[in-house]
């Protein structure tokens, strides 16, 4: 036996096993709390770093189409600038019409902004690292989100000032979900890379392309109404019982820089 | 090699996994570059001269223990899923190199880090069949694992062969 122990890799592993019993104790949480503060800031640097290299790269890639993008974005902020004025003016009524009827107001969520520090993008890991924490009021299992409402994922583990976000991306993600247009319900998990996928929609039930996916609710670890994307293509097996749908996703996981996290202990 | 030396390219390896790897992606696949580190530290751990130790077996494991760790903080599946896939995988390379490969040349130093690539996914997937249950990748296994390999494969090339051009050695055969 001590020679068996003596023996470099066993000794490792034995180690490594402690190492796992003491993490599951709690006892590794303030070396973890040190490590991700010491490193936060070289974190912010790297990554800020990758994202001006995609960027960079990007533009070399696509310059052609700049001019073309450009002027299709500025008639997109024209649309949408017209599209606020009128949902101003719905918000305004359904205000009125609630007190009217003696509805109870939804209280807002409070939003706490935070920066990504890190992405992790190795097989089964996938995940990102923001630079808020337990200290900031994060706790597990809070939902993620992108500016416009649009969903990123939900945290799955707090340190004292960074967490761990947990990406609808990710291939066990599994989301209760609505298609606006039609409140035809379905399931959306994760494929890699950005994508996604609407699986058991009934065949009967009418999905198009284009049309907006929002989360229902029902799971419960998303509230109602977030943004996750747009039905991309439709796939249909007649001698299946479910079709498929593909999604491009809202957020763009490739860019994403701020987060928000839903503070829905109010 | 100094032991402090081997911990700062490690975290700072660690820190550069999550920054810039994610944008590194080819094929939907990005480099695992802490355990292509280490993995470069244990083809040099046992294939270096006698006569000039840039790093003992000891602090090889000492690498392995912290470069699994901190691959297990950055990741989000349980502590120690990594740890225990890298031990896998740089035994394999201990193992190989003591009792197939004796001599280092480009075809061994391909097929150990097959081998090892091999030896961290199987251990990896086991892990997370056995604890968490479902395992699905979005893409079919094979295709990930093999874009991993030819990965870590040209990484590890030029990693090791850098070294070799620093250090100015020719002759590699196994320490064991």
Redesign the interface.
């Known amino acids: 036996m001590k020679k068996l122990i003596r023996k470099?890799?066993v000794?490792?592993?034995f180690?490594?096993?402690g190492?796992?019993f003491l993490?599951?104790y709690g006892l590794?949480e303030k070396p973890?709390e040190i490590?991700?503060r010491l490193?936060s800031s070289?974190?912010k640097?790297?990554?800020r770093?990758?994202?001006w290299?995609?960027d960079f790269i990007g533009l070399l890639k696509h310059q052609e189409r700049l001019n073309e993008e450009n002027i299709y974005f500025l008639e997109e902020n024209q649309k949408l600038e017209g599209i606020i004025v009128e949902l101003k003016e719905a918000e305004r009524e359904n205000k009125f019409l609630r007190q009217q009827l003696n509805l109870e107001e939804k209280e807002p969520s409070r939003l706490i902004l935070a920066e990504v520090?890190?992405?992790?993008?190795?097989?089964?890991?996938?995940?990102l690292?923001i630079n808020k924490g337990r200290k900031d009021g994060l706790e597990e299992g809070m939902a993620v989100i992108a500016v416009g409402n649009r969903l990123v994922g939900r945290i799955?583990?707090v340190f004292d000032s960074s967490a761990?976000v947990?990406l609808i991306t990710?291939?066990?993600s599994r989301i209760n979900i609505l298609i606006q247009e039609t409140e035809v319900k379905g399931i959306v998990?994760?494929?890699?890379?950005s994508?996604l996928i609407i699986d058991w929609l009934d065949q009967k039930e009418e999905i198009k392309t284009g049309q907006t996916v929002v989360t229902s609710g029902l799971d419960g670890f998303f509230q109602k109404g977030l943004l996750i994307g747009w039905v991309e293509e439709v796939i249909v097996n007649q001698s299946q019982v479910f079709k498929k749908a593909k999604v491009k996703s809202a957020a763009d996981f490739?860019r994403i820089e701020r987060v928000f996290v839903i503070d829905s202990r109010l | 090699m100094k032991l402090f030396f081997v911990i700062f390219v490690l975290l700072l390896t660690a820190i550069l996994q999550a920054g810039l790897a994610p944008f590194l992606k080819i094929f939907g696949n990005s480099p695992n570059l802490i355990f292509i580190l280490i993995l470069s530290l244990a083809v040099l751990t046992f294939y270096q001269p006698a006569d000039k130790i840039l790093i003992t077996e000891k602090q090889l494991w000492i690498s392995v223990i912290l470069a699994g760790l901190s691959a297990d903080l950055f990741s989000i599946l349980p502590m120690g899923f990594l740890s225990l896939s890298f031990l896998g995988a740089i035994y394999s390379v201990s193992w190989f190199s003591g009792n197939v490969f004796g001599r280092l040349n480009f075809w061994t130093l391909l097929i150990l880090v097959l081998i090892a690539t091999l030896f961290y996914n199987l251990i990896l997937i086991g892990l997370i069949r056995l604890i968490i249950g479902e395992l699905t990748l979005g893409r079919p296994l094979f295709y990930s694992v093999f874009l991993e390999i030819v990965y870590n494969i040209i990484l590890v090339w030029l990693i090791f062969y850098g070294i070799k051009k620093i250090f100015g050695q020719n002759r590699y055969t196994s320490r064991h």
């Open positions: 470099p890799a000794l490792t592993l180690i490594i096993i190492l796992i993490n599951n590794l973890k490590f991700f490193a070289f974190q640097t790297a990554y770093s990758g994202l290299l995609n520090i890190g992405q992790n993008s190795v097989n089964f890991g996938q995940g690292l799955t583990r761990q947990f990710h291939p066990n998990k994760g494929e890699s890379d994508g490739k």
